[in-house]
């Protein structure tokens, strides 16, 4: 199964600093097809999880424009350009390339 | 407005079964591919199954793969998760979600199972 490694698990921050999570996978997600299969979810308190990005960097409809998602290969990234307390929660990439599709254990998004 | 409700969950023994039930609203549901993810108390997701437009495309981890059902239909726009032999370890929140191109668009506000005696 592709491991993906989410680092920090916890990250606190200020509000209106940027942040950065980070997720590894233990092979490329790269597909046959071309398109890389890494999305990011983000799970408010209480919650069910919601899409933020898909394919890398696409955005989901609705989702504020100061997410942003980079990388390649088996290197991804999530950026918040800044920090808004609606956005405390807990992030999670996950890869739907190789069955079965995983997910990183998480980053906890706290408030300093 | 996609919509996902999932019901069926509750308190079982180990050993027992459940089937749980996502009923989808908004969208056709024949044509979309559906999933099932569960997530135990304090800890991540994890992916179980995908089930394709028609039934004749399955998949489940291995951890529930001969213990798991994934089926559907279309006409009363459900979903379905049959669970048997249940164990401790299946304790969770269990959500289902649409699946497009690989991605899971839309969850349900998941529903709790518990497996204890």
């Known amino acids: 199964d592709v491991v993906m490694t989410q680092s920090p698990l916890a990250r606190p921050v200020t509000l209106g600093q940027p942040a950065s999570i980070s997720c590894r996978s233990s092979?490329?997600?790269?597909?046959?097809?071309?398109?890389?299969?890494l999305d990011w979810y983000q799970q408010r308190p209480g919650l069910s999880p919601r899409r933020l990005i898909y394919?890398?960097?696409k955005r989901d409809s609705g989702v504020p424009d100061r997410f942003s998602g980079s990388g390649s290969g088996t290197d991804f990234t999530l950026e918040i350009s800044g920090v808004e307390a609606e956005d405390v929660g807990i992030y999670y990439c996950?890869?739907?390339?190789?069955?079965?599709?995983?997910f990183g254990q998480g980053t906890k998004l706290e408030i300093k | 407005q996609v919509q996902l409700v999932e019901s069926g969950g509750g308190l079982v023994k180990p050993g027992g079964s459940l089937r749980l039930s996502c009923a989808v609203s908004?969208?056709?549901?024949?044509?979309?591919?559906m999933s099932w993810i569960r997530q135990a108390p304090g800890k991540g997701l994890e992916w179980l199954s995908y089930?394709?437009?028609?039934?004749?495309?399955?998949n489940l981890v291995d951890s529930v793969k001969g213990r798991f059902t994934a089926s559907r239909d279309n006409a009363r726009n459900s979903v379905f998760l049959q669970m048997n032999s249940l164990r401790g370890e299946d304790t969770a929140v269990y959500y289902c979600?649409?699946?497009?191109?690989?991605?899971?668009?839309?969850w349900g506000q998941g529903v709790m199972v518990t497996v204890s005696s």
């Open positions: 979600a649409t699946l497009h191109w690989n991605s899971l668009n839309n």
């Open positions: 908004g969208i056709p549901l024949s044509g979309q591919w």
């Open positions: 089930i394709g437009t028609t039934s004749y495309e399955i």
């Open positions: 092979q490329s997600l790269a597909s046959s097809r071309g398109t890389t299969y």
């Open positions: 394919e890398i960097s």
């Open positions: 996950m890869q739907g390339t190789h069955w079965p599709y995983t």
